[in-house]
Structure formats: structure tokens, C-alpha cells
T-cell receptor, first 115, second 110 residues
Framework: NAGVMQNPRHLVRRRGQEARLRCSPM?????VYWYRQLPEEGLKFMVY????????ESGMPKERFSAEFPKEGPSILRIQQVVRGDSAAYFC?????????????FGQGTRLTVV | DAKTTQPNSMESNEEEPVHLPCNHS???????IHWYRQLPSQGPEYVIH?????VNNRMASLAIAEDRKSSTLILHRATLRDAAVYYC???????????WGLGTSLAVNP
């Protein structure tokens, strides 16, 4: 059973371009969480999705950011018109249930650099 | 959201026990206490979690204070591979998102 797969591992975008980050959860997991980590900081919650539904997007900026988890295929975190402040590591986690009483499995992250 | 407080850094010697403390004085009755660790340039890795009772697994032990306002992660015999940032995290809300602090950077000396 493969772990959580994120791609690409590294992504370089020029200011104003779009960034698409992909996350394939572990098999059988229908709960996906996205977190962002700035250099020298802890992770910050962005969004929580179940299949085809956004459950909590309270940590996601209102503009330029969107997330989806379609019935088929990976979860996508999309950042439009990227700015330098978007440079960070973005981690995806999946779990079979919500992460209250179970562990979350994390991917290796996508490191976004905006130049 | 309930917050956690951890020391910025700790140091240990190889094959000695390590006790990593965490304070969470505003924890709610339904919050679980999770510990994750993150090695350099990698994604976080689950270590252990609990609610009220002490917990043991193959990686570590978790000791939870009776009033639940603090907890301690215990690594019984530190190895060089245990050098990482350790995060004490509380779940939050109905959807149980993880609320992260800055963690404790653990150095293990050979």
C-alpha cells in the first residue's frame, strides 16, 4: 500500500503564474487535509476535504487559493497568480476518518518557489 | 483553538531516555493530544496520540497529566534517527484538524 503521494516534489513558478499541487491519498482514505509550512515555522491548516466535498476551508486565503477532491483522481490545491509570499512547503495528509482519534499520514510535500 | 507550549530545543545522548514536555492548559474535553515528528526536508510522521490515559506503542510512550493540561512524550532509548522536530498537537473542532505549534527540535549526540 503506497503512502500519500504528492507531486511535484519541487515546483518553481514566476509571479503571476498558476501552481497546481497534487495529492493522492492512501488507498481507502477519503479524508484529505492540506497544510502549509513557511520556513522555520510549524504547519498551518489550510483545508479539509472529503470525497467531492470541502468540509472546512477556514485556513485557506479567500482569494487565489482553491482545493478539490474529485470522485476520481487526486486532490488538487490550486494557487492562481502566485506571489512571492506563497513560497512554502505544502503538505497533504490523509486518514480513513477525521484525525481526532486516528493518525494522519503525510506526503513528502511540494516545495513551491515563486521567483 | 487550544494552543500548546513546548521548549524550543532539547538535547539527548544516544541510547538514553528522552522526555519531551508539552503544556496545553486550555485543552477542551474532546481534544486529543497528538505527537508528530518531522525530519529535515520530510513530511511529518505520526508518533502517538491519546485522550486521557497513558499510551504506549513501538515508537514511544505518552504520559498525560490527570488534569490533561500537560503531557510528556517519552522516547525510551534515543537513536541518531530520532533527531527531529517534535510537535505536540491538539485536534480541534468537529473535523479534527491538527493545530500545530513550533515544536521542539531534538538533537541526539552520539
Amino acid at each position: 500500500n503506497a503512502g500519500v503521494m504528492q507531486n511535484p516534489r519541487h515546483l518553481v513558478r514566476r509571479r503571476g503564474q498558476e501552481a497546481r499541487l497534487r495529492c493522492s491519498p492512501m488507498k481507502g482514505h477519503s479524508h484529505v487535509y492540506w497544510y502549509r509550512q513557511l520556513p522555520e515555522e510549524g504547519l498551518k491548516f489550510m483545508v479539509y476535504l472529503q470525497k467531492e466535498n470541502i468540509i472546512d476551508e477556514s485556513g485557506m486565503p479567500k482569494e487565489r487559493f482553491s482545493a478539490e477532491f474529485p470522485k476520481e483522481g487526486p486532490s488538487i490545491l490550486r494557487i492562481q497568480q502566485v506571489v512571492r509570499g506563497d513560497s512554502a512547503a505544502y503538505f497533504c495528509a490523509s486518514s480513513p476518518f477525521s484525525t481526532g482519534n486516528t493518525e494522519a499520514f503525510f506526503g513528502q510535500g511540494t516545495r513551491l518557489t515563486v521567483v | 483553538d487550544a494552543k500548546t507550549t513546548q521548549p524550543n530545543s532539547m538535547e539527548s545522548n544516544e541510547e538514553e531516555p528522552v522526555h519531551l514536555p508539552c503544556n496545553h492548559s486550555t485543552i477542551s474535553g474532546t481534544d486529543y493530544i497528538h505527537w508528530y515528528r518531522q525530519l529535515p526536508s520530510q513530511g511529518p510522521e505520526y508518533v502517538i496520540h491519546g485522550l486521557t490515559s497513558n499510551v504506549n506503542n513501538r515508537m514511544a510512550s505518552l504520559a498525560i497529566a490527570e488534569d490533561r493540561k500537560s503531557s510528556t512524550l517519552i522516547l525510551h532509548r534515543a537513536t541518531l534517527r530520532d533527531a527531529a522536530v517534535y510537535y505536540c498537537i491538539l485536534t480541534s473542532g468537529n473535523n479534527r484538524k491538527l493545530i500545530w505549534g513550533l515544536g521542539t527540535s531534538l538533537a541526539v549526540n552520539p
